[in-house]
């Protein structure tokens, strides 16, 4: 795997990530009753909730401080004090999360000093408040939800009797996954503690009454509890030590630690399935061998489909890496591996996975969109995986988009598509393999009248203008990489 | 001052928001405070002055809007909003410093510089806004020196918005961008009223963002009736045509809220009068062509007027009829940015047969409100700068069936079981004119009316099943 990494620069095209509180706000939205509070002004809260209420298509309260010119001079503390009482007051949440913007990192607000002093004051030594630190500057959305997670389980987690359960963490995966992994746990009668835990909060049925904080999410006793677990299971092998809440439960608690890849694709899902088996002495249970023969089968049905991708995935750490090893699993191999996150450690992580890729592999890190196109173009990448921004490589170079992870804005359903498990691996593959299909079609017969008729001469005798007609003109985007001959 | 704490108790709303909301009828005052800070920990639903500044100026579509700031502020407003283009694609990019924590602690001057070199390199454009945001406001980058040094080195302007997000709302947002405009529009010498070169039956047209091609429609009827556009402020104009702003002999204002200040300007600046129009509904559509003509004082083009209106109203009377048949009655609760197009919506839903019950939004005027006061039915709950916690509150008490809002409030109103309308910038179907009366009649059908609340509003008992009258009846 001949690979090239690329970092640099004064200006972001089209940013491929988001800030470090808005992946903050996720975890909290896994917790049962919890709230939380960004610690700035009120534009980035407004326009976070929005960026993830388009995605879920769920009401996403977050409150603010609603700093202003005169806190940004004096301090914050009694905005951020308001803003508690006030929540307190409406939402009457069991836990609230506070996190920092930049503006209140730039002016050097202490917020776990803040929060301490509140709690002080307002005689409520036992409510758990989990302070955050996210600078926007600092940076990504997924460091800064790795650090929220991180965070709430020091602030909660105390010296614990043994217990038999196991903590599973897991990164920001839809609540569909988080579903299905909640489903294999239970097959496999495995007593858990998941963290976080949006599946019923940022999916939330039609139910009456309407309550203002979703039912659902990891109980606070729960997270108490996990020291005394007796693993963790960690989906978060690109999370840096620092950051790794598994690795604190480990340090201070001696819980042991298994980092697995997110169960994705056949190799990490029996990484999972068997760490399962073994942690509870058992066997895996009939459903699931039955659920990964079906996968067996969709990847042979499928394999010289696949075989005829070349990928762009991009995204979150943790994701694209499980992205791109599920398809290297099926031959599809990728041309284009890019992360807005500086997270650095992908390139290593995937090289065992890509020894066998016979093209060039470009890496990008801390990437945006205009970088990440330029690179497709110059590997012929014929289909891209990832989030909804990524339609803008469907828009300028005509390359279809398999959409996937967060955000998804210009489509329904993010949170339903299940793409983990035997069965979600399924799926996703599916996803992937008709997004291939219906780009061929699509153009295939274009593709060889250009390159083979098109050689015999006869074209001048009106046939372009013909082919104009019926497959669009030379502009048609869906038509650029056939022209560029990339189209098998 | 009888408050609604007093008139509607709840124990869950926050003391200091009562002086933001009022029933009409039920108080002495029908004063209703607004255009203040949000309160801290309220869940506001509003954004921010850059986010005001972006509405009004991203819409040019030859410009590179470049974010001076951390990047969320970008990532967030990458080609959200639904304005069309007949030329340049350029203002669909999203360009930042993405400054980092050493360009928090050092200064983003250099990092600026660097960027504008960098941008009007590759893109060859003529005009550069560059928009300071919250951290930049701190840190304390001199855009304006910047700003100018580029200029000169490149040849083009580039100008600086302010729009430092905690130094205010979205309406000083959209005076920042008013400013930025101003200078853009302002010829070499200085401004003065140019009536010699006064282009006779032209006007510029400002407050409509081209959303789904809505200042296309209108330019469409306008030429229809003998007038020009001269410029858009701000749907699909460009450099060049933004420059001839101060040739046109009349200012044609929709959505004040953003646009007043800018028209203020120009009125005293170069002499160019402006009249409120507004193309949304079939009466204000009417309304507004007559007096434009009247303006023009010329027979001929009243003739014209009237014959589109004839026209148009008869094609698209008959579909908004049936939809009106099967909406009266219905109740509408409005809950939007500006004071301006929750004036228009409420005519727009009497049109339709449909009572508005809830009104508010994020950042209207005084004047806007007593309008709205006016014009709202005794009972009507009228409040300014809202949360979800009021919206469902007062959505369940008032009864609405439908909610016109943003894409923050959707979710909510569905969980409630109540329809909704996007009256949002990042819409695909246009709601000015006639087609836009008819697109929002069946918009607001296909959702009241749809099937799926046969189903949905029945589950889990709970609240509904209370028999509380209150509640939207199906
Ligand atoms: S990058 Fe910083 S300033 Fe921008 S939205 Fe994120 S937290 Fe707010
Ligand atoms: S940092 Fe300021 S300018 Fe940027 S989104 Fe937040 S409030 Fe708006």
Request: aromatic share 8%.
């Amino acid at each position: 795997m001949p690979r090239e990494t690329k970092h640099y620069r004064n200006v972001n095209e089209n940013p491929c990530n988001m800030c470090m509180p808005m992946g903050g706000i996720l975890p909290f939205k896994g917790i049962e009753d919890a709230m939380v509070i960004i610690h700035g002004s009120q534009g980035c809260s407004t326009y976070m909730r929005r960026h993830i209420a388009e995605h879920y298509n769920e009401p996403i309260d977050v409150g603010s401080s609603s700093l202003n010119e005169k806190g940004t001079i004096y301090g914050g503390s009694q905005n951020l004090f308001q803003a508690l009482d006030n929540i307190r007051k409406v939402y009457k949440p069991r836990l609230i999360g506070i996190l920092t913007s930049c503006l209140a990192e730039t002016i050097g607000e202490d917020v776990e000093g803040i929060a301490r002093d509140y709690l002080k004051q307002r005689g409520l030594d036992d409510f758990p408040l989990v302070a955050v630190s996210t600078p926007g500057y600092g940076g990504t959305h997924s460091e800064g939800y790795w650090l929220a997670v991180k965070k709430t389980v020091v602030a909660l987690a105390r010296p614990t009797e043994k217990h038999d359960g196991i903590n599973v963490i897991v990164p920001n995966l839809s609540p569909a996954d988080i579903r299905e992994i909640k489903r294999i746990l239970e097959l496999m009668d495995i007593k858990y503690t998941l963290l976080p835990d949006i599946s019923e909060t940022l999916d939330r049925p039609i139910a009456r009454p309407y309550t203002k904080i979703p039912p659902g999410g990891t109980k606070v006793e729960a997270i108490r509890r996990m020291p005394g677990a007796a693993a963790t299971i960690q989906f978060g092998i690109t999370v840096e030590e620092n950051v790794s809440p598994g690795r604190y439960l480990q340090s201070q608690f001696g819980v042991p630690l298994y980092n697995l890849p997110v169960p994705m694709g056949v190799e990490a899902t029996d990484m999972f399935v068997g760490l399962l088996a073994g942690l509870a002495g058992g066997s895996v249970p009939k459903t699931l061998e039955l659920e990964r023969g079906r996968l067996l089968d969709c990847m042979v049905d499928s394999h010289k489909y696949n075989a005829q991708g070349r990928g762009a995935v991009f995204g979150d750490p943790e994701l694209v890496y499980a992205v791109v090893r599920t398809c290297a699993e099926n031959g599809l191999y990728p041309a284009v591996v890019a992360t807005g996150s500086g997270n650095t450690g992908l390139e290593d992580l995937l090289e065992p996975v890509l020894a066998d890729c016979p093209g060039e592999v470009r890496f990008h890190n801390e990437t945006d969109f205009a970088q990440i196109r330029t690179t497709c173009r110059e590997t012929g990448v014929n289909i891209a995986i990832g989030h909804s921004d990524g339609k803008y490589l469907t828009e300028k170079e005509g390359i279809p988009l398999a959409r996937m992870g967060f955000p998804i804005h210009d489509r329904v359903g993010g949170q339903r598509l299940l793409s983990v498990g035997y069965t979600g691996t399924t799926m996703f593959l599916d996803r992937i393999t008709n997004t291939l299909l219906e780009y061929k079609h699509k153009n295939y017969r274009a593709a060889m009248y250009r390159k083979f008729y098109r050689n015999t001469g006869i074209e001048e005798r009106g046939h372009t203008s013909l082919m104009g007609q019926a497959f669009g003109s030379e502009e048609c985007p869906q038509l650029i990489p056939v022209l560029r001959g990339e189209l098998r | 001052m009888i408050n609604v704490s007093t008139a509607v108790p709840n124990d869950n709303l926050i003391v200091e928001r009562q002086s933001s909301i009022l029933v009409k009828g039920r108080q002495r005052k029908n004063q209703l405070k607004c255009d203040a800070e949000s309160i801290a920990g309220c869940v506001s639903q509003r954004a921010c002055v850059y986010c005001g500044a972006r509405v009004v100026l991203n819409p040019v579509t030859d410009a590179i809007h470049l974010v001076h700031g951390p990047i969320g502020c970008a990532s967030y407003t990458w080609d959200i909003r639904g304005s069309l283009s007949s030329g340049s694609e350029l203002y669909r990019n999203s360009f930042s410093t993405d400054l980092k924590e050493n360009d928090v602690i050092f200064g983003g001057e250099k990092k600026l510089a660097r960027a504008i070199d960098e941008l009007v390199e590759k893109y060859k454009a003529e005009l550069v806004f560059v928009y300071s945001t919250c951290v930049v406001g701190v840190i304390g980058d001199d855009l304006e020196a910047v700003c100018k040094a580029a200029a000169q080195k490149h040849g083009i302007q580039v100008i600086p918005v302010q729009s430092s997000g905690f130094i205010g709302n979205k309406s000083a947002g959209y005076r920042a961008a008013c400013d930025a405009l101003l200078r853009l529009i302002e010829p070499p010498g200085g401004p003065r009223p140019l009536n010699n070169g006064r282009l006779v039956k032209s006007v510029n047209y400002l407050g409509d963002f081209n959303l789904a091609g809505e200042a296309w429609i209108i330019k469409d009827y306008l030429k229809r009736i003998g007038v020009e556009v001269n410029v858009v402020f701000t749907g699909d104009s460009n450099y060049r045509d933004l420059k001839k702003a101060p040739e046109a002999s009349l200012n044609i204002m929709q959505c004040a809220g953003s646009m007043a200040y800018l028209a203020r300007r120009m009125e005293v600046l170069y002499g160019i009068p402006s009249m409120r129009i507004s193309f949304l509904g079939l009466e204000d559509t009417a309304a507004s062509l007559r007096r434009i003509a009247a303006f023009f004082d010329d027979p001929e083009m009243m003739r014209r007027a009237e014959e589109l209106i004839e026209q148009e109203t008869a094609a698209v009377r008959p579909e908004i009829e049936r939809y009106r048949e099967k909406l009266s009655g219905k109740k509408a609760a409005i809950y939007v940015g500006g004071g301006f197009k929750a004036i228009s919506l409420i005519k727009q839903f009497r049109e339709i047969g449909i009572d508005v019950v809830m009104v508010g939004t994020q950042t209207g005027r005084e004047e806007e409100y007593q309008t709205l006061h006016d014009i709202s039915d005794d009972g009507t709950v009228i409040l300014d700068d809202a949360n979800p916690s009021e919206l469902e509150r007062f959505m369940i008490e008032q009864g609405a069936h439908l909610l016109v809002g943003g894409v923050k409030e959707r979710p909510l109103a569905y969980k409630l079981g109540v329809a909704f309308i996007d009256h949002n910038h990042d819409r695909k179907h246009p709601l000015s004119g006639y087609v836009g009366a008819v697109n929002f009649a069946r918009e607001v059908y296909s959702t009241v009316c749809s099937p799926v609340w046969k189903y949905a509003r029945d589950v889990g008992g709970g609240l509904y099943a209370a028999g509380n009258k209150a509640l939207p009846e199906r």
